[in-house]
């Protein structure tokens, strides 16, 4: 995170994939992390390197209130499905607020039941109206959040392989998720990719890089 603010410039990516993608105590762990170790606070410097409603969002993801529960409330995310259709394309223009406040205050399970309401109401699906109702970063992290949310180990294989793709390495994204996930996600991630895309995760990464660092990310991969 410190990174991805620091300096000129700011990585809106990184931040959208790190906050939309933790768990409450991931989050609640980099605030203490963040604060012990660079003496700043994490909410006030994300505030000050990001702007409007996507600022809001990612203000309202570091509160780290999402419910961890896997109880389902159906008539809620038919409330909420009504809620955000409302929002959106019942109206002329959005009323982000309303989105902000159910993308990143209900639970996953709670979400997925939403979206399968909002499908119901709709032409299009989650997806679909928040490509038509939002731009920019805001609809990129409002994205990343239903992406996690439908699988989240796809969300992360498609970033693997977007880091590697074509010409060059993106290797502070690359690097970032497999650390992020070698103690939990890691072996999941490498069926996944293999069954998306052609080769194994290790052979990608073996393409990709070299000397001390492809040892590093080889030996961390297994």
């Not at 604060?35 to 809001?56: P, Q, W």
């Not at 008539?75 to 959106?88: F, R, T």
């Not at 119901?120 to 989650?126: D, E, G, P, Q, T």
């Amino acid at each position: 995170m410190r990174n991805a603010i620091q300096g000129l410039g700011t990585d809106e990516d990184a931040i959208i994939e790190i906050l939309c993608t933790s768990s409450n105590q991931e989050i609640q762990d980099m605030n203490i992390a963040y604060k012990r170790v660079y003496g700043d606070d994490l909410e006030t410097d994300v505030k000050g390197d990001t702007s409007g409603h996507f600022k809001n969002l990612m203000v309202s993801l570091l509160q780290a209130n999402r419910p961890t529960d896997q109880c389902v409330d159906r008539a809620l995310a038919k409330s909420d499905a009504k809620a955000l259709y409302d929002a959106g394309e019942a109206r002329w223009g959005t009323d982000e607020s309303v989105f902000n406040s159910i993308m990143a205050s209900r639970s996953y399970e709670q979400l997925q039941a939403t979206f399968e309401e909002y499908s119901k109401i709709s032409k299009r699906n989650i997806l679909q109206a928040i490509d038509s109702e939002m731009s920019g970063d805001l609809c990129k992290g409002m994205k990343t959040i239903v992406r996690c949310v439908q699988d989240k180990q796809k969300y992360y294989v498609d970033r693997l392989y977007k880091s590697m793709k074509g010409l060059g390495t993106d290797d502070t994204t690359l690097v970032r998720i497999i650390i992020r996930t070698c103690e939990t996600e890691l072996e999941d991630l490498k069926k996944v990719f293999c069954k998306e895309h052609k080769g194994s995760l290790k052979d990608w990464v073996a393409g990709d890089t070299s000397g001390d660092y492809k040892a590093v990310l080889l030996a961390v991969i297994g």
